[in-house]
């Protein structure tokens, strides 16, 4: 099992309790142990633009302590994402089939070509973090938004309903977007939200995927 986790800048955001990094970790630290429970290996692979730390997959829990607290305290070199280049960089590096989560929100580079290459080589399942502003923008008047990966800031008026509308239709196409080409490569997907029940969702995927194994 290889959990490769996006620590871009909009990893750190989080309107509520946790942010997308947070999530991100405690989602490693529950398909971790339950692949150590199974007797399984786990490796990591932290990125943003580039790869940036890659743990081969081994056993204990030690092991998977140290990969979790490389999450927490990751920092990336360059702003932006590259899940392309992550893919890649799998699809290079693992030697043997393995099962791989990508984890990230997806705003990214090109996802079509290298999810492609990397889900007919590997299992790929896909789990995209998000907060819930980043769908929907609230009312609030005038207020500035930066871009957490490259840092740009601009001024919007969040009470002209046409804006928020439209900014809501752009996230939903791209949303789908995303979502369509997981399925094209036939890779499980599942939304985590900061403000949702993290462990709630990976159960009910890992258990839709089993129950696909057996029947």
């Not at 046409?162 to 809501?168: C, E, F, I, K, V």
């Not at 369509?180 to 985590?192: E, T, W």
């Amino acid at each position: 099992v290889v959990l490769a986790v996006d620590v871009s800048g909009s990893a750190d955001y989080g309107s509520v309790a946790l942010s997308k990094r947070e999530i991100a970790a405690e989602t490693a630290a529950v398909l971790g142990f339950s692949a150590l429970h199974n007797g399984d290996k786990v490796g990591l692979l932290i990125f943003a633009n580039e790869p940036i730390l890659f743990i081969p997959p081994e056993k204990g829990s030690r092991h998977l302590l140290r990969m979790i607290r490389e999450i927490l305290v990751a920092k990336p070199t360059q702003p932006g994402t590259s899940v392309a280049g992550a893919c890649d960089f799998l699809v290079r590096t693992l030697r043997r089939k393995s099962v791989v989560f990508l984890i990230s929100d997806f705003f990214s580079d090109p996802l079509d070509k290298p999810v492609g290459k990397l889900a007919k080589k590997h299992e790929t399942i896909a789990l995209r973090v998000m907060d819930p502003l980043e769908a929907k923008l609230p009312k609030g008047g005038r207020v500035v938004m930066i871009d957490p990966e490259t840092g740009f800031e601009t001024l919007v008026n969040t009470s002209n309903p046409n804006l928020r509308m439209g900014y809501a239709k752009l996230m939903k196409r791209q949303q789908e977007g995303v979502a369509a080409i997981f399925k094209k490569h036939g890779v499980d997907a599942a939304d985590l939200l900061t403000n949702g029940d993290t462990l709630a969702e990976l159960h009910k995927l890992l258990k839709k995927r089993s129950r696909r194994r057996s029947g």
